[in-house]
């Protein structure tokens, strides 16, 4: 069972920058970031494969980045130019099985508890 811890959620002015850490234990094949705003869906924001191949959501791309760090099974999500429709709560997810799919959708296996970011305009 992989479990996800994340961390550095926290509020910001429009244009400001946040870094989420997400900790995974366990082995884990590709890794995401995820959030949910109030009263919509949960969407996907980044992606990350062992390999480090990266995958980005049309409205973050350019914006955010995804890395990670093999040693520390930690993945990172780096938020600039943050703007106040990117107020949610941040999740990170993990995949292990080869007969799930990775990338953008919510069909990850394992998730952590969520961080919010508030970004005021």
């Known amino acids: 069972q992989v479990q996800l811890v994340e961390s550095g959620g926290g509020s910001v002015q429009a244009g400001g920058s946040l870094r989420l850490s997400c900790v995974a234990s366990?082995?884990?094949?590709?890794l995401g970031w995820f959030r949910q705003a109030p009263g919509k869906e949960r969407e996907g924001v980044a992606s990350i494969y062992n390999d480090g191949s990266t995958l980005y959501a049309d409205s973050v791309e350019g914006r955010f980045t995804i890395s990670q760090d093999n040693a520390k099974n930690t993945v990172y999500l780096q938020m600039n130019s943050l703007k106040p429709e990117d107020t949610a709560m941040y999740y990170c997810a993990a995949e292990s099985s080869f007969s799930r799919s990775c990338g953008l959708r919510t069909n990850y296996s394992h998730w952590g508890q969520g961080t919010l970011v508030t970004v005021s305009s």
């Open positions: 366990g082995y884990t094949r590709c």
